[in-house]
């Protein structure tokens, strides 16, 4: 097996073998599975709620107070999933009735409510001009009918209120459900046809959604995996093994090697992430109708071209190896993480910089400022993907990659002499002696 | 014969501080060369030059016949700082650097088991690294260093922080390493390993060869020694001929002296006895004696190393 290959395996499976890496792989799936699952679960065990209806309004409201609690009726199978218990409407328990006073009717209550089968009773008043809705529940269940019907009891006495004003009921009802008609328009996306809201604003928004999603994940997978590697070669430098691989492995094989190896275990992780994600998508996807569905699969279609996904790779891939190379070179001069701190912390405030830009890059993405900046090699692989979603003239992507190449280049070679010199030396690292390292010509090979 | 291991000129700088100067010697194949000299004399240095890891300042290396870092397959090397994979287990650490090395895994798993056998560690074949003993893992180191069956096997202080016993073991396998054929270049400041082990050494100070030969032409170098014990004067002892000079080593049991003398260049301990015995001087006991490597060195190096 070629050397750079059996380095990459040594050090991928010396990773993977960890109960601490799959310990830290499995968190986050479980941690927004489990924010999602729990409370649904926790609703879809939520019991159903027995209403019944005490009208001492003397208008006989109680077949619209009925009627609402009927639009919250438990729903059968599957669609019940994501609701919660629902509403039951269930007959007044004995020794309640309509002709009855407030006074009279609450004073039994902890009786009435004792007896069943209603774990909620609707006490319904009239002041005059507005309704009056008090609701007794047993222990424990208090507020969660209110929860469920609130709008619809505040919409009896919107129709109350228009009665007394002589407005016709249907009238009332029309007024109550209207609303304008508001939309927001681009020339692009005033060229297709409008279908469904979910669908448009992936169209409209999921590009810069996307790219700002993928710009933090690109810096988060390259700071996370150069400290990966920093640790990696910090612990080989520590143990004395640099010397003994070196003698038998070029620097290169050593860096490339250590480079792909973590990239393989970003890999893995990602992996699993995206199972994972993909089962959440399938359920969420499965809970939609299926023509918003297939308008917000086009619209992703459109947004996920083969072409953009590749130049995604591309800009991480180049952004990976610029740091990843840097970092693991860094590590050869270190026996712990503090010797590195020098070094570390100059180096993550510059990969900073463009992450702080991300809240004015995410509205106005076409900034001139955020343009030039992106043509900065170092900034280039997390300002690029957010840029690439406002479709970008060839010559820029074309540029850009060319320059993240071109300094990937250079910090292979100069990491390779520094890996070399860092490893055989028990020397301090500081700025000063990577410039040096940088500027031979060839010495230390 | 082609030598193992040439190097022409070779010199290294570090900024100001030479480490090597105008470096100039030979290995010949098959056989055991010592590479001497003390602490900082700039072995390191040398070896990590040989094997490519770092290059020289001035000067030209032929390592197999090759230039540095283009024959590392055919090269064992154990450095002076030894370090192995902690959390790798003895075997899987034998099995991966074999592999750097062009070995396949199957047979490298197969050699390195047998090594490990034969070095009374099978048992602890499937044991990571970080649960034996300093003594086991520099057995691990070994044989990971020898695993591939180098032609060039370079060890760097290799008896360093070994037992007396393991340091037999180790004198046994390099024995063995060149009774197959194979060269072994071996640095030490421990001069009673190269007198048991080496037909040549190399003597280095202060990163200059101060000597190059056999251990014979080594020893030549220091004077010999002739013991002289008896009521003998100075005087007396510095009118023998090839007596070049005297040290009262002191008193014995019975109140004579014990006297070292100092042979002159040329002249046998055979001349100065057959001389004290006919000029009736007072001779109760006396021993001609071969300088040591120790000696020699000292001598060569001008310091003493220990």
């Given at each position: 097996m070629n050397?750079?290959?059996?380095?990459?395996?040594?050090?991928?499976?010396?990773?993977?073998?960890?109960?601490?890496?799959?310990?830290?792989?499995?968190?986050?799936?479980?941690?927004?599975?489990?924010?999602?699952?729990?409370?649904?679960?926790?609703?879809?065990s939520a019991p159903v709620e027995t209403v019944a209806v005490l009208d001492l309004t003397g208008d006989h409201i109680e077949g619209a107070v009925v009627e609402a609690i009927r639009a919250h009726l438990p729903k059968p199978g599957a669609d019940r999933l994501l609701e919660s218990g629902g509403l039951q409407p269930?007959?007044?328990?004995?020794?309640?009735?309509?002709?009855?006073?407030?006074?009279?009717?609450?004073?039994?209550?902890?009786?009435?409510?004792?007896?069943?089968?209603?774990?909620?009773?609707?006490?319904?008043?009239?002041?005059?001009?507005?309704?009056?809705?008090?609701?007794?529940?047993?222990?424990?269940?208090?507020?969660?009918?209110?929860?469920?019907?609130?709008?619809?009891?505040?919409?009896?006495?919107?129709?109350?209120?228009?009665?007394?004003?002589?407005?016709d009921h249907g009238l009332a009802h029309d007024m109550r459900e209207?609303?304008?008609?508001?939309?927001?328009?681009?020339?692009?996306?005033?060229?297709?046809?409008?279908?469904?809201?979910?669908?448009?604003?992936?169209?409209?928004?999921?590009?810069?959604?996307?790219?700002?999603?993928?710009?933090?994940?690109?810096?988060?997978?390259?700071?996370?995996?150069?400290?990966?590697?920093?640790?990696?070669?910090?612990?080989?430098?520590?143990?004395?093994?640099?010397?003994?691989?070196?003698?038998?492995?070029?620097?290169?094989?050593?860096?490339?090697?250590?480079?792909?190896?973590?990239?393989?275990?970003?890999?893995?992780?990602?992996?699993?992430?995206?199972?994972?994600?993909?089962?959440?998508?399938s359920f969420g996807i499965s809970n939609l109708p299926p023509e918003t569905v297939r308008d917000v699969m086009g619209a992703l279609?459109?947004?996920?071209?083969?072409?953009?996904?590749?130049?995604?790779?591309?800009?991480?891939?180049?952004?990976?190896?610029?740091?990843?190379?840097?970092?693991?070179?860094?590590?050869?001069?270190?026996?712990?993480?503090?010797?590195?701190?020098?070094?570390?912390?100059?180096?993550?405030?510059?990969?900073?910089?463009?992450?702080?830009?991300?809240?004015?890059?995410?509205?106005?993405?076409?900034?001139?400022?955020?343009?030039?900046?992106?043509w900065f090699p170092l900034f280039t692989p997390f300002l690029m993907p957010l840029r690439l979603s406002q479709g970008l003239p060839w010559y820029e992507i074309a540029g850009t990659l060319a320059g993240m190449g071109v300094v990937g280049?250079?910090?292979?070679?100069?990491?390779?002499?520094?890996?070399?010199?860092?490893?055989?030396?028990?020397?301090?690292?500081?700025?000063?002696?990577?410039?040096?390292?940088?500027?031979?010509?060839?010495?230390n090979g | 014969m082609e030598s193992a291991l040439s190097l022409a000129g070779?010199?290294?700088?570090?900024?100001?501080?030479?480490?090597?100067?105008?470096?100039?010697?030979?290995?010949?194949?098959?056989?055991?060369c010592g590479f001497l000299g003390p602490n900082g004399a700039g072995k390191t240095s040398s070896v990590r030059m040989m094997l490519g890891l770092s290059e020289p300042t001035a000067g030209r290396i032929t390592i197999l016949g090759k230039a540095p870092g283009q024959s590392l397959e055919r090269i064992g090397f154990m450095p002076e700082e030894r370090g192995l994979y902690r959390k790798m287990t003895a075997i899987d650490v034998i099995v991966f650097l074999a592999g750097l090395k062009g070995v396949k895994a199957?047979?490298?798993?197969?050699?390195?088991?047998?090594?490990?056998?034969?070095?009374?560690?099978?048992a602890f074949a499937g044991k990571q690294i970080r649960s034996l003993s300093k003594g086991m893992s520099q057995k691990v180191q070994l044989i990971s260093c020898l695993v591939h069956e180098p032609e060039l096997v370079i060890l760097d202080e290799p008896f360093s922080g070994l037992d007396p016993v393991n340091q037999q073991g180790l004198e046994q396998v390099i024995r063995e390493l060149a009774r197959r054929g194979a060269t072994v270049l071996f640095s030490t400041h421990v001069m009673q390993h190269a007198e048991r082990l080496c037909e040549q050494v190399v003597l280095l100070a202060k990163g200059q060869k101060v000597f190059e030969g056999t251990l014979k032409e080594a020893r030549a170098a220091a004077p010999r020694h002739l013991d002289l014990e008896g009521n003998l004067s100075e005087a007396e002892l510095l009118g023998l001929?090839?007596?070049?000079?005297?040290?009262?080593?002191?008193?014995?049991?019975?109140?004579?002296?014990?006297?070292?003398?100092?042979?002159?260049?040329?002249?046998?301990?055979?001349?100065?006895?057959?001389?004290?015995?006919?000029?009736?001087?007072?001779?109760?006991?006396?021993e001609a004696k071969e300088p040591s490597l120790h000696e020699a060195f000292i001598v060569l190096t001008g310091s003493n190393h220990e």
């Open positions: 050397k750079t290959l059996l380095i990459a395996r040594r050090e991928y499976l010396a990773f993977v073998r960890t109960v601490g890496f799959w310990l830290s792989m499995l968190t986050l799936p479980l941690i927004i599975g489990g924010s999602i699952f729990i409370p649904l679960l926790m609703r879809h269930v007959a007044l328990p004995a020794g309640l009735s309509p002709d009855m006073s407030l006074a009279a009717a609450e004073a039994r209550m902890p009786q009435a409510l004792a007896a069943g089968p209603a774990s909620t009773i609707i006490v319904a008043t009239d002041s005059g001009d507005k309704l009056h809705f008090r609701l007794w529940s047993v222990d424990g269940h208090k507020g969660r009918v209110e929860d469920q019907i609130l709008w619809d009891l505040h919409g009896l006495q919107y129709y109350k209120l228009a009665g007394m004003h002589g407005i209207s609303r304008a008609d508001i939309i927001s328009l681009t020339p692009a996306s005033a060229a297709g046809p409008k279908k469904d809201d979910l669908a448009a604003g992936v169209r409209e928004n999921g590009g810069k959604f996307i790219g700002i999603a993928i710009s933090y994940l690109t810096w988060i997978a390259i700071f996370s995996s150069s400290m990966i590697l920093l640790g990696s070669v910090i612990e080989e430098k520590a143990s004395k093994v640099l010397e003994v691989l070196l003698a038998s492995a070029s620097a290169e094989s050593l860096l490339i090697g250590k480079v792909l190896a973590v990239a393989a275990v970003l890999m893995t992780v990602w992996g699993l992430w995206g199972l994972t994600a993909f089962g959440l998508a279609a459109a947004v996920f071209s083969p072409l953009h996904i590749i130049l995604l790779l591309a800009y991480f891939m180049g952004g990976y190896l610029m740091f990843g190379v840097f970092f693991a070179a860094i590590g050869a001069f270190c026996e712990t993480q503090k010797d590195a701190q020098a070094i570390i912390g100059p180096m993550t405030m510059i990969m900073m910089i463009p992450m702080i830009t991300m809240q004015v890059a995410f509205t106005s993405p076409d900034l001139p400022m955020l343009k030039y900046m992106s280049l250079i910090m292979i070679s100069v990491g390779r002499r520094a890996f070399k010199v860092g490893a055989l030396t028990g020397g301090k690292l500081s700025w000063g002696a990577l410039f040096r390292i940088a500027t031979q010509k060839s010495a | 070779v010199s290294k700088r570090f900024g100001d501080f030479e480490a090597v100067r105008d470096l100039s010697f030979e290995v010949k194949r098959g056989t055991i199957s047979v490298a798993r197969q050699r390195g088991k047998a090594m490990l056998e034969a070095q009374g560690l099978g001929p090839g007596i070049a000079s005297v040290a009262d080593m002191g008193a014995t049991e019975d109140g004579a002296r014990l006297w070292q003398c100092h042979l002159q260049a040329g002249h046998t301990a055979n001349e100065a006895l057959k001389a004290a015995f006919l000029r009736g001087m007072d001779v109760r006991r006396f």
